[in-house]
């Protein structure tokens, strides 16, 4: 079996192509190919010589994930399932905005946190996956829209928690923000995560300038833990205390994502206990109406969202509503992966 490019830091790169063509420039030639223009085949490499890309052929791959279907909702949401080289298998998807599209991307095959309102908690984890493969979702995405700078946004909020997998992580960020891979300003890259402690402190440690989501839900851990079983281990204290440590450089905000359940998180008291955790964070609140999964649960009134935002609002916060894309296609928040492996019905 080939390896997979993405899996290879430069240095790596360079290593196997020295070993072909001593010509320092030929790196710089595939990173281009690769990383700017997308190409997926090495025989389209027309500036450099037909033995060099057969060789490289040989032994690189430059599309690891098989595309097994692609569907696309009436908003223009394009959702995407790739089986992995061991028969996994982990959705990506396309948001459009206006003039641009924003890629959820997956860090993981199923998901071990467990949170209650998530359709991917009902797989359990099948395994990491290698930066390679989270790499491969963006260059398959920069491909379907024909030009990078089409991608304006990355968002970490696809299968899995990214901060249980770090290493791959932290790698893919590299290759994503570096001016030889994607060159994504770091500001357009934000990694989610449901409140692993020890993750949010180690990519603190790292400050790769990425921005930070928290996906947070309850103000109280009463509720917090009915929603999402990791605050049991590290509760609002805890996971507070690392998110104000967090690095912010200029204009930053943390963005604390909030699922609204109807009749669970959504009373006017919710509202004032999310103002008083918050306090004086720099931040931003994204109040995201519950999509419906297989757990017993309801999308919250539409003037029960509009009264948490004004209620956010009024206290100093900057709030919105967020409205969910490509529900119809089970690509929304939550939505993703169980129909395509069998764990549940979105």
Known sequence: MKDNFFDKTFEELSSILVDMDPKLFRLE???????????????????????????????????????????E?????????????????????????????????????????????????????????SQGEILAQVAGAVRKLGNRLALRNLVFMGMGEPLLNMNALVGALNIITGARGFDFS??????????????????????????????????????????????????LKMLMKSIREFPLHSRQRITFEYVM???????IEDAGRLVKLIGAIPAKVNVIAYNRTSADWSPPK?????????????????????????????????????RAVGGGNA
């Not at 359940?261 to 009373?267: A, F, S, T």
């Open 29 to 71: 030639q595939v990173l281009r190919w690769v990383y700017v223009k997308g190409v997926d085949d090495f025989s389209l490499m027309t500036n450099m010589p037909a033995e060099l890309r057969d060789r490289l052929a040989a032994v690189l791959d430059l599309t690891p994930l098989e595309l097994r279907e692609e569907v």
């Open 73 to 129: 909702s009436p908003d223009g949401t394009f959702k995407s399932l790739f089986r992995l080289w061991d028969g996994e298998l982990i959705e990506s998807v396309i948001i459009p905005e206006e003039g641009h599209r924003t890629l959820c991307v997956s860090t993981q095959a199923g998901c071990a946190m467990g949170c209650g309102f998530c359709e991917t908690a009902t797989i359990g984890l099948r395994r990491n996956l």
């Open 186 to 235: 770091p500001r357009r890259v934000t990694v989610s995560t449901c409140g692993w402690v020890p993750g949010i402190d180690q990519l603190a440690r790292e400050d790769l300038g990425v921005n930070l989501a928290v996906s947070l839900n309850a103000a109280d851990n009463e509720t917090r833990d009915r929603l999402m079983p990791v605050n049991r281990k590290y509760p």
């Open 261 to 267: 359940i109807d009749r669970v998180n959504d009373r």
């Open 302 to 338: 539409e003037e029960a969202m509009n009264r948490f935002q004004e209620i956010l609002m009024n206290a100093g916060l900057l709030a919105t509503v967020r409205r969910s894309r490509g529900d119809e296609i089970g690509a929304a928040c939550g939505q993703l992966g169980a």
